[in-house]
Nanobody, 123 residues
């Protein structure tokens, strides 16, 4: 079992930056594939990016080149650095974890979820 707690959301102007954090409980954080998803208002939850246990990252086309995922296994934390934010990035952002090997873009592949943190991009 692992518990995930996101933080760092807020209101930011277009073109701005935010860094989200996801703190995980437990002593086996390094064995989890960690991912970020987001859910815009009135829409389905969508894949943003993920980090393998070895730190390899993969991103959706919509955020590639603007968002960066990193993980600090010593702190049991994964980060999502978001740069050049756009109004269409407005969503509730969720951290997710799985012990399955590989990187998955499907919601159903992840076993553990945080409560999410709201990101609003608006002038």
């Amino acid at each position: 079992q692992v518990q995930l707690v996101e933080s760092g959301g807020g209101l930011v102007q277009p073109g701005g930056s935010l860094r989200l954090s996801c703190a995980a409980s437990g002593r086996t954080f390094s064995s989890y594939v960690m991912a970020w998803f987001r859910q815009p208002p009135g829409k389905a939850r969508e894949f943003v990016g993920a980090s393998s246990t070895g730190g390899t990252t993969f991103y959706s086309d919509s955020v590639k080149g603007r968002f960066t995922i990193s993980r600090d296994n010593a702190k049991n934390t994964v980060y999502l650095q978001m740069n050049r934010l756009k109004p269409e990035d407005t969503a509730r952002y969720y951290c997710a974890a799985t012990t399955r090997a590989g990187i998955y873009t499907s919601v159903t592949a992840y076993d553990y979820w945080g409560q999410g943190t709201q990101v609003t991009v608006s002038s």
